[in-house]
């Protein structure tokens, strides 16, 4: 996924919980980390999201 696919996909909270997962406290501060194009947070970014519409996909099957 590409920086700008990335961005249009992310929804509220995902940045809180890049913070989570780089180990700062502010998702402001994780949010620039990501869009300054650090690897590792894009990586993470990724995952959050892939993870996300993988869990509600998977829960509208269940139904």
């Known amino acids: 996924m590409t920086i700008e696919e990335i961005?249009?996909?992310a929804q509220y909270g995902d940045y809180?919980?890049?913070a989570e997962?780089?180990?700062v406290r502010s998702?402001?501060?994780?949010k620039s980390?990501?869009?300054r194009g650090n690897?590792?947070?894009k990586a993470a970014m990724e995952l959050i999201i892939t993870t996300r519409e993988e869990l509600i996909?998977?829960?509208k099957?269940?139904?």
Do not use: C, D, H, Y
């Open 7 to 9: 961005k249009n996909r």
């Open 16 to 18: 809180q919980l890049l």
């Open 21 to 23: 997962m780089l180990g």
């Open 27 to 30: 998702s402001v501060t994780a």
């Open 33 to 35: 980390r990501f869009v």
């Open 39 to 41: 690897e590792e947070a």
């Open 57 to 59: 996909e998977n829960f």
């Open 61 to 63: 099957k269940k139904k």
